[in-house]
């Protein structure tokens, strides 16, 4: 809506609701700089059907934004200009590290690390 004013992306975000229906939510906020307010977006998107229209034809700042939640969420974006892994390797295959079924144990990757397991 032209008349919001909304010129500046703060953030786009997710939350994984694993006993809902319809599991993910995605969160947009944009801000009016020149109106001074803010506006919160939410939509709710199931497990089985994991996708969003982008936001990035009306804020080119959500780009990164929507990269980092399809990289940690396994949330895809509509028609976004470049969807690909921003945070983990291209070739990680192990699931969404923010997705509440994630198993938080680790891989045992510091344990290698001598400085860690040094007592003094």
């Known amino acids: 809506d032209p008349e919001m ?7 786009v975000s997710s939350v994984d609701w694993p006993d809902e229906a319809e599991r993910f939510e995605v969160v947009y906020e944009v801000y009016s700089i ?3 307010h803010r506006i919160r977006i939410k ?11 982008s936001m990035t034809d009306l804020w080119m700042g959500a780009d990164f934004m929507e990269r980092e ?3 940690m969420m ?3 974006f509509n ?3 470049d969807l690909r892994r921003i945070l983990m ?3 990680y295959t192990e699931g969404y590290p923010l997705r ?3 198993p938080v144990q680790g891989k045992g990757w510091r344990d290698t690390f001598d400085f860690l397991n040094d007592p003094n």
């Open 34 to 36: 020149r109106k001074r």
């Open 79 to 81: 028609h976004h200009p």
């Open 74 to 76: 396994g949330i895809r």
């Open 69 to 71: 939640v399809f990289d």
């Open 43 to 53: 939509t709710r998107v199931p497990e089985n059907d994991c996708r969003v229209d």
């Open 100 to 102: 509440k079924d994630f």
């Open 5 to 11: 004013d909304c010129d500046y992306m703060v953030h």
């Open 89 to 91: 390797p291209d070739d």
